[in-house]
């Protein structure tokens, strides 16, 4: 399959279908951290650049989770800030299942104005944390658990400021992006 992994800087997803023989690609404003094929830009045009057969993204979150509700709730400063990525981040969707066959979005609990199609947590899949992602699935069965493991250290929410904490935060856990590459790479 040709598969794209849009605002991806870190490989993980790319690499996992790569690992399996797919032509699998990352793409993001940044240049991706580990090398590999990746599309360094716009995904818009990334997207359109197609044909895709599997499009997932990870559109950023940082206006549209709740957790930054003092900043871009209604009546904060940034509320302008949020209104357009939520507008910015459905015209992505509708572009990605115009272009390909089966699309997956993720996001953390926020204020997309769609229902997602299901929630996983890194737990489910090998990581002892917490980290409620929702997932945007056309046309993808959901994610089935890999290895619940225990332990749910809320290690993502206690990271102290820093340069890199949104980058860190922002990172798909490697077993998550297994489980979509094995789940989903014969879909």
Known sequence: MRVLVACEFSGTVRDAFAARGHEAWSNDLMP???????????????????PWDLIIMHPPCRALAVSGNRWYGRNMPRHAERVEAIRWTVALWELAVSCAPRVCMENPVGVIPMRATQYVQPWE?????????????????????????????????????????SMERSRTYSGIAEAMAEQWGNA
């Open 125 to 165: 899949y090998g990581h002892g944390e917490v980290k409620r992602t929702g997932l945007w699935l056309h046309n993808l069965s959901p994610l089935q658990s890999t290895n619940a493991v225990p332990g749910r250290e809320a290690r993502i929410h206690k990271m102290p400021p820093s340069p890199s904490r």
């Open 32 to 50: 991706c951290e580990n090398g590999g094929r990746h599309i360094a830009g716009d995904c818009r045009d990334a997207i359109a650049a197609g």
